[in-house]
């Protein structure tokens, strides 16, 4: 009995690791991008305070959030509404999720209404993050839409405020781009340090590099010529037809390969 209550702790402990794994790969190298809401830019029509009845600025609705706005804390008018900012749409538009960034995230509302200035739906948000919300039902035939607050001490200030009628999704992160692989010319720098300390060296192709460290380990190795014929090719090479170098096995002390 033990051991198979065992066996099945262990598939529900394998199964919540595969979940959770699945979950953060999801998450990795994505990100949302919240532009492209119904209010980006926009001005919005500031209805209490101060201010009252001037449009705000694009603080709200800019996408920073490092930018914000004041709506003045709620005082009891004849109407009884809140302290709020609005936007009339030009045609009615279909709402499916808001986003929200304020300093608290207690007694606000966002309102829609239609056409006729008629409240069609009525949210009571308690997610101010700046994270992306569904609303609780789409709301259809907005031409209206208002963020009200009812605290009567301080003012709301609001980093962030959209509505959208499509569902962000999001998107991988892009891969950087590689480094261009600089192209090889199959070629290399050989010096050689004599036990002298002379230094001796030589533009060569790898093939005549790969040459001379055969020639070198073989030699090594106990067996092969006593000395190996660099050809200098056109270094310092004058009347002559060729030039080779001739370096003795016991006097290298050591060697470098530097390909280019």
């Known amino acids: 009995m033990k051991t198979t209550l065992f066996k099945k702790a262990g598939l529900l402990i394998a199964a919540f690791m595969l979940v959770a794994s699945l979950v953060s790969n999801a998450s990795v190298g994505a990100t949302v991008d919240y532009s492209g809401g119904l209010l980006d830019g926009k001005k919005l029509f500031n209805s209490g305070g101060p201010t009252n009845g001037v449009l705000t600025d694009t603080e709200m609705t800019d996408n920073n959030e490092s930018t914000s706005f004041l709506i003045a804390k709620y005082t009891q008018g004849p109407s009884g509404t809140f302290d709020h900012v609005n936007y009339d749409f030009t045609t009615p538009q279909t709402l499916k999720a808001y986003r929200l960034k304020t300093d608290r995230s207690n007694g606000i509302v966002i ?98 590099v790969n040459s001379f460290i055969d020639w070198y380990e073989t030699k090594q190795a106990g067996s092969g010529k006593a000395s190996y014929a660099i050809d200098k090719h056109d270094n310092n090479r004058g009347p002559f037809k060729s030039r080779k170098d001739y370096v003795l096995f016991d006097r290298i002390l050591t060697f470098e390969v530097s390909e280019y």
């Open 111 to 208: 309102e829609l209404y239609d056409n006729a200035g008629i409240k069609i739906k009525r949210f009571d948000i308690s997610t101010t993050d700046g994270s992306l919300v569904e609303f609780p039902e789409i709301a259809t035939g907005v031409s209206k839409v208002s963020l009200a607050h009812s605290d009567t001490t301080q003012p709301l200030k609001v980093y962030e405020f959209n509505v959208y009628d499509q569902i962000p999704t999001p998107q991988p992160e892009p891969e950087p781009e590689p480094e261009p692989e600089q192209p090889s010319s199959n070629r290399a720098i050989l010096v050689v340090t004599m036990n002298t300390g002379l230094e001796k060296e030589f533009d060569l192709s790898m093939q005549e």
